[in-house]
């Protein structure tokens, strides 16, 4: 029988954790920061 439990929210720790991660590895890698991009 499935659970009852609610497993589609985060608690609001884990979801400030994630939220900390994407704002942490958001944007250009410092290894990109000098190369320009490829137009065709």
């Known amino acids: 029988m ?10 609001y720790r884990v979801r400030a954790f994630i939220d900390f991660l994407a704002d942490y590895f958001a944007g250009t890698p ?11």
């Open 2 to 11: 499935p659970s009852t439990h609610q497993t589609r929210h985060l608690s």
């Open 30 to 40: 410092y290894w990109d920061t000098d190369c320009e991009r490829e137009t065709r």
